[in-house]
């Protein structure tokens, strides 16, 4: 029986950040990938970066872990 992802990255808000959950619980909101890499770590989650493209680990709704939409910060 498949199993959903734990972490779940929801699309970019008006802002850009993107909200995370891991395991249902909303765990901070991201505005790039480093900060999605943060939560993981702090949830004792694998940070590296090769578990970003798996899709058993996050699932990224509204663009993958390179899809960000952000305002004039955006290329910071």
Known sequence: MDR????VVFP?????GRRVTIR???VGTAHGLFDVLELLHG???PPVDTA??????????????YD????P????
């Open 68 to 71: 960000w939409n952000g305002g």
């Open 24 to 26: 249902g619980e909303t």
């Open 52 to 65: 970003v493209d798996d899709p058993e680990l996050i699932e990224w709704r509204g663009g993958g872990p």
């Open 43 to 45: 949830a004792g989650l």
């Open 73 to 76: 910060d955006e290329e910071r």
């Open 12 to 16: 970019p808000e008006p802002d850009g």
């Open 4 to 7: 959903p992802p734990p972490v």
